[in-house]
């Protein structure tokens, strides 16, 4: 993809796909042979000389631009073969980049597409990065409610029989799933950060800036934060709940032991 050069009048799809929660960056620098591949800190450019580009984000997400689905297949394929825990499932996104020259300002976002008046890398970028932060989104919001799901059957078990069905370590594993979800969203996946491109670019912060409303990523992001309280709450209350149960129990063997024992001396006595 040219900085510089016109792209001309015409639409480019571009393509989301969340893989996973995260993607090894430096295997996937040899992921692509025949495009020139610029690696950073926190994702991969793969250029390919016909202008289709490919972004690969830490945060588990690759976004195609300009692909067509045939190429974007082979090459999830490859990016697929170094995932450390194989392919999870795909979350995706699609969108249109709407390319208009004779356009004046900055551009324009509108219902799933963006019209420029051309296609610079930076721009491409900061698409990209918001689509893939989109599809990532989603997977954590799938991920979420899949974990108030199990919740809600151990809620529903303790207020029939009052007692709770799962093991501590299944309890403390949810608890710990959470935690390791926030980080990652609030490191890698930065959803509460505006991306350097914007502070560099009145163009790209323009974008930027209407862009992320349309995609509601701030109010998903408030919705998935809102899920991971309530899951890590509901959680540590059942840990606390076990806890007193297994207390309860113990203090119930301690008396049951010294009536045994106060038993057997009256025993002896009599």
Known sequence: MSEQGDMGARKMPITAVSLSSSLP???????????????????????YEDQRTVFCFDFGAVVFVD???????????????HLP???ERVFQEDFIIELDPELQGFGAVHFHHLVVPKLTNPIAQVIALLLAQSATVERYEVELDQ??????????????????GARRKAIMRLVAKTIATRNRIIGKLS??????????????????????????????FRAVE????????TAA??????????????????????????GLALFKLI
Do not use: C
């Open 25 to 47: 960056l430096k295997q996937l620098s040899n992921a692509f042979p025949a495009a020139n591949v610029t690696p950073t800190r926190t994702h991969v450019i793969a250029e």
């Open 147 to 164: 974990m108030i799901a199990a919740l809600q059957e151990q809620t529903q078990g303790l207020s029939k029989n009052g007692r709770i």
């Open 226 to 233: 809102y899920k991971l309280r309530a899951v890590h709450e």
């Open 67 to 81: 692909v067509s689905e045939p190429d974007r297949q082979k090459m999830l394929e490859e990016v697929t073969k």
């Open 237 to 262: 209350l059942l840990l606390n709940l076990m806890q007193t149960q297994q207390a309860l129990l113990l203090e119930a063997t301690i008396v049951v032991l010294i009536a045994v024992e106060i």
């Open 191 to 220: 959803l509460l950060d505006k991306p350097e491109l914007a502070w560099e670019s009145e163009q790209i912060d323009h974008l930027h800036d209407q862009l992320r409303p349309m995609l509601e990523i701030g109010d998903r």
């Open 85 to 87: 825990d194989g392919n």
